[in-house]
């Protein structure tokens, strides 16, 4: 219910409990008792306040409405009159006392008739008046506004849904998804208590029972989210940001059992599987409402008709349904997966009589599964899109658990590294709807499906600080599909794409791709063209379903080019040629400088610091460099950069020219730019640290960098290296949100204790 609040009014405290006279107190407290003691002491308050008459009363609407008041929610007030004289001065001396309080007030004044027209007009005026109640005064006028409320809502329900769905659809396409968010607003995100709004209005028009216990629970604990959070934060604040979960996660009593007192991780769980819970039922209840609103006499839509789309399962009204053949004593254990299967081919979804009938009666699955169970579930998850809605339906009602008791551990698991926007479970079957593009690249694309749904696994068992999750992953993922019924050769090929599922992005970003040691080593880890297939597909549709920042042009050339090379390796057995220099640094008198698209090289004068000194002024032009050569033919120093911009705007390419050249030159103006860049761009954020690999390149030990991202790293970095008197041939550089993995090939069979020592205080120093 919104309307002009006159003058503004301070932040409300903690919780409001009226007494006698008007005095506020703080009560705090969280759960629905302390929700009904605040709104019960707002009415002592309120009513305080209220020197009403006959023709007046004071209605709540919103919060205090529905006896829900947050701790620091505001009040929203409507003074319904007859007619009476002297009405605004009545107003005044209700609302400024309120404000007076420190108290947020959101309010109006309308005879019954102006709010039953402006709730014609105005859906979210007709959504709040469904929760009027009488606070103070005549409670005959109360009482007929709050009926003539609800029966005009009822009439026009049908007619204004689509309305009220599209207004809902904005919103969460401006707030997200509140089950996949890790920083979610917990009042207006798609799942969030803006929801149970929505829901309550439909189950009042009598389109469906959309307020059902799980609904009713999944309200209750969130509304019991938001009052925590008002109380950690001391304020009014919908939204759950990372610095106040594990503060609420202890006012609402959740502990972890094994991250001690981390328990935000456990409060993100629960907000996500309450928020998925409201969110599909708002689908369910806009499809009842929508199947309505086509039945009317009018609508010109014929009735609707029983279409068989698969085995023991018809469309009915649009939603799928059971034959009636399918509803027996015995039903067959692969039903729900046939009915799952067959929704996300054809799109439709599944009644939820339906989801009930199969979550009650349909028998759990024998070991090893019937080719049946298989071939529906690989069905399924070559669905693509139809997919995620599906295996949401059949999640919601506890199927998926039945087909895959490990899933318990994976749902709703927040995944915390910037690049990911789903949970771990959203993430698999996200990973699995993706793979569905590339199957007709690999000789197994039912392996490639069933090896996305599982690939990363491994992170439902491990914590921080634990075994890399690739590796935890293979024994649970070969017990997946050896109980699906796979044979010993296909278990151990599932095993085997889980443990190296990222192998190919990791030695595309971090290794040199002309090295043979490098080739050598992905070709003998992935031993054969048709697994090297399967990986690269699966490396794709992963990236995909992360997120835009865990892919991009650059990387997939990388990733294509490494795949080119093993694949050589494995068809012929022979090492492919390193590419060669390009001959005009070689015969171009010096220097040679060389800027176009994504490539920048430089030849001059053999000379240490080159490639520090080309990182710095590319930095300054606000280019990223990904990967970096440095080699010396027949006394020239070549450097070839792949930079990319920083901020999406690719620079003047003659104005990068101009300063490499003087750069290169050893013009001091620019070289003082490249220390004022290098100081300016300190990384923040947790320590840096570095690993040393040896035996992985051919004539040079990597020393790898792990540390926060920051302009013009590399350039201090590789500057550092040169200072303290190492040589650098390569550079790869991969970006992972905000964290980098910078790796440097250093010439030379690799240095004694004492020098890596030094050369770590150095790189950690440039850092």
Known sequence: MTSSTGRGAPAAPAAAVGRPGGEVVVVPGVGEQARRRRADGYDRFLTALSPLRPGVALIAVGGLGRRQCAPHGDLDLVLVHAGVPGI???????????????????????????????????LKVALGLLDARLVAGDAALAESLVHAAAEQWRRTAVRRLPGLREITTARWQAH???????????????????????????????????????????????????????????????????????????????????????????????????ARTVSHALDD??????????????????????????????????????????????????????????????GLPIARATCEWLAAYCPPLPAPWPAEARTALITLLGAGPGLVPAWETCDRYGLVDRWLPEWTRM?????????????????????????????RDVERPDLLLLAALLHDVGKGVVSAGAEDHSTAGVPIAEAVAARIGLGKPEVALIGALVRLHLLLPDVATRRDLADP????????????PATLDLLHALVRADAAATGPAAWSRWKGRLVAELVARVRTVLDTGALPAPPAPDPALLAEPLPVIQVGGDRVAVAAADRRGLLATVAGCLALHRLDVVAADATAVDGRALVECRVQPRYGLAPDPVAVGADLRRAVAGDVSVLRRLAGRALAGRASGAAARVVWHREAATDAVLLELRAADAAGLLYRVTRALDDAGAQVRAARIATLGGSVVDVFYLVGEGPDEATRARLEVAVLGAV
Do not use: M
């Open 88 to 122: 605004e001065e009545l107003a005044a001396s209700i609302w400024y006392p309120v404000w007076d309080a420190g108290l947020r007030l959101d309010h109006s004044v309308r005879t019954v008739a102006e709010a039953l027209a402006v709730a014609r007009d105005d």
């Open 285 to 346: 209840a806009f499809r009842a409402a929508e199947r309505l609103r086509a039945g009317r006499p009018g609508s010109g839509v014929a009735r609707p008709v029983r279409r068989p789309v698969a085995r023991d399962v018809v469309e009915h009204d649009g939603e799928l349904v059971l034959a009636r053949t399918a509803i027996d004593a015995r039903p067959d254990p692969s039903l729900a997966l046939r009915v799952a299967a067959a929704s996300a081919t054809t």
């Open 517 to 528: 040691v490098t080739i050598s080593a992905v070709a003998a880890a992935v031993g054969d």
């Open 411 to 439: 749902r709703s698991l927040p995944q915390h590294n910037p690049v990911h926007r789903f949970t771990l479970d959203r993430h698999l079957v996200q990973t699995a709807c993706e793979a569905s593009r590339y199957t």
């Open 176 to 274: 997200g998804e509140l089950a996949f968010l890790l920083e979610g607003d917990v009042k207006e995100a798609a799942g969030g208590l803006r929801d149970l709004a929505v829901l309550r209005a439909i189950a009042t028009a009598g389109v469906t029972d959309a307020l059902r216990p799980a609904v009713r629970a999944a309200h209750l604990r969130l509304l019991d989210v938001r009052d925590a959070l008002h109380e950690q934060t001391g304020r009014r604040v919908d939204r759950l940001v990372a610095q106040e979960r594990d503060g609420v996660a202890d006012r609402l009593g959740l502990r972890h059992p094994r991250l001690g007192g981390h328990h935000g991780d456990v409060l993100l769980r629960r907000v996500a599987g309450d």
